[in-house]
């Protein structure tokens, strides 16, 4: 007889649609990178575009390669705090570059080291004249989170530390006409410090061996389910002999 007992049913039939949800969820994280990863190689193959004539307002502007010319503005700089490089955190350098059409661009300059102490912030190498830069345009794939309230990003020279990108809030504290999202250097541009980032953040194999995971649990309680619901009548029989 099949008694797995009310405490039983009810931790299975609670946790057992979690798990299989859980599972099926990072499934479909690993086919959503796939698919970025894919979007990712084909833009970098193709030709890149003159920043002047990029539609901002157009869907799918995600690492579409662009190159600019223009000169960097030197007296406003922004380090995106904790970030991580070869294990070793620092921050990302985020320098303004004024274009020849009159477009201002926040260029993603790359990875650079902690100063020597958490309050003595890292100086920063200048890049004078006028320039000519290829990077790709960035997107966040979902909006940043914040701990408390937000930063102020006050204006005037000098290193400016940042918790996240706020595109709106730096256009607005440099008054100008900046483009609505950052651009990522590539090698051998003038500014690249060291560059960090990657197209995907997690690679598809790691969500399918958290959903093999996920789905292992949820074997495992199925399987402990049956086991205790045929054990339990023949415990109850025992001990009424």
């Known amino acids: 007889m099949f008694r797995p007992g009310w405490k039983m049913t009810a931790f299975t039939v609670l946790f057992a649609p979690l798990l299989f949800w859980l599972g ?12 970025l990863q894919q979007e990712y190689e ?7 575009l003159p920043v002047a004539s990029v539609d901002w307002s157009q869907a799918g502007l995600g690492f579409t390669g662009v190159f600019a010319d223009g000169e960097y503005d030197n007296e406003h700089v922004f380090l995106l705090d904790n ?4 294990g070793k955190v620092g921050y990302e350098l985020l320098s303004p570059f004024v274009t020849d059409s009159g477009l201002e661009l926040l260029v993603n300059r790359g990875w650079i080291p902690l ?3 958490r309050t003595e912030l890292p100086s920063v190498r200048e890049i004078h004249g006028r320039v000519h830069i290829q990077g790709s345009i960035y997107v966040p794939l979902e909006e940043a989170f914040r701990l408390g309230s937000e930063e102020e990003i006050v204006t005037g020279t000098g290193p400016r530390v940042l918790q996240d ?5 730096i256009a607005e504290s440099l008054d100008a006409n900046m483009a609505p999202y950052t651009i990522r250097l590539l090698p051998g541009s003038p500014g690249l410090e060291q560059a960090n980032w990657q197209a995907v953040n997690m690679l ?3 969500h399918r061996a958290y959903a093999v995971q996920w789905f292992a649990m949820l074997t495992a309680l199925i ?4 086991y205790f619901g045929f054990k339990n009548p023949r415990m109850d029989q025992s001990r009424e002999q």
């Open 165 to 169: 990108i706020d595109m709106g809030r």
């Open 42 to 48: 084909a833009k970098q193959a193709a030709d890149p």
């Open 83 to 86: 970030r991580v490089h070869e």
């Open 223 to 226: 399987g402990m389910f049956i």
């Open 204 to 206: 598809p194999e790691k």
């Open 115 to 117: 100063g020597r102490t």
């Open 24 to 35: 099926n969820w990072q499934l479909a994280r690993e086919q959503e990178k796939i698919l």
